[in-house]
């Protein structure tokens, strides 16, 4: 049974930094690309960063890229979102994700809100 589990998410003021992780089980995390997501009430999820199997290979949103960074560790089992200079644009819940054969499984999600 596939299980994405997070943590970490809270309340900041615009500068500081959070960093989220997910724990996932259920299947071989280095066989998939990660994605992190956010969803502010009323809106789509967006993408905000993705990384490939191996690591070796990250994307990011356009308004986050240079701030966030994704990483992973296969070893564990989990993926993280290091969030560095957060805005208040930044304010969401934010889901990791990944997409398997089957379908598509999306961690409960977490709230960030960052305070002007």
């Known amino acids: 049974q596939v299980q994405l589990v997070e943590s970490g998410g809270g309340l900041v003021q615009a500068g500081g930094s959070l960093r989220h992780a997910c724990g996932a089980s259920g299947f071989t995390l280095s066989n998939y690309v990660m994605r992190w997501y956010r969803q502010v009430p009323g809106k789509e999820h967006e993408e905000v960063a993705l990384?490939?199997?191996?690591?070796?290979?990250?994307d990011y949103r356009r308004c986050v890229k240079g701030r966030f960074i994704i990483s992973r560790d296969n070893a564990v089992n989990t993926v993280y979102l290091q969030m560095n200079d957060l805005k208040a644009e930044d304010t969401a819940v934010y889901f990791c994700?990944?997409?398997?054969?089957?379908?598509?499984?999306w961690g409960q999600g977490t709230q960030v809100t960052v305070s002007s």
């Open positions: 990384i490939s199997g191996d690591g070796g290979s990250t």
């Open positions: 994700h990944v997409r398997t054969i089957i379908q598509n499984y």
